[in-house]
């Protein structure tokens, strides 16, 4: 089992930026791969950025240039710096981690509202 606690939400402003942290816990040695989705109401959880132990990113076309996704290997977080954020970014932030076993763990989430 893994644990994962977010953290780093809140309101900002268009242009604005923000830094979520993810913190695992528990059976930490099996973590392969670390990533962020987000949730809005009416729409399907989707995936914003991932990375893998050996440092591989992957990146929503919509986040590409802005969102920055990163981790420590030795404590088991992960960061995402959101910069130039915009409206359309709102949403419940979910920290997930995937396991060398293919198990996938999820954390409760953060919300990232942007808005005047």
């Known amino acids: 089992q893994v644990q994962l606690v977010e953290s780093g939400g809140g309101l900002v402003q268009p242009g604005g930026s923000l830094r979520l942290s993810c913190a695992a816990s528990?059976?930490?040695?099996?973590?392969?791969?670390m990533g962020w989705y987000r949730r809005t109401p009416g729409t399907q959880r989707e995936l914003v950025a991932r990375?893998?132990?050996?440092?591989?990113?992957d990146y929503a076309d919509s986040v590409k240039g802005r969102f920055t996704i990163s981790r420590d290997n030795a404590k088991k977080n992960v960061y995402l710096q959101m910069n130039s954020l915009k409206p359309e970014d709102t949403a419940v932030y979910l920290c997930?981690?995937?396991?060398?076993?293919?198990?996938?763990?999820w954390g409760k989430g953060t919300l990232v509202t942007v808005s005047l």
């Open positions: 528990g059976s930490i040695s099996s973590i392969y791969v």
């Open positions: 997930n981690v995937r396991t060398i076993y293919g198990l996938d763990f």
């Open positions: 990375i893998n132990s050996g440092g591989s990113t």
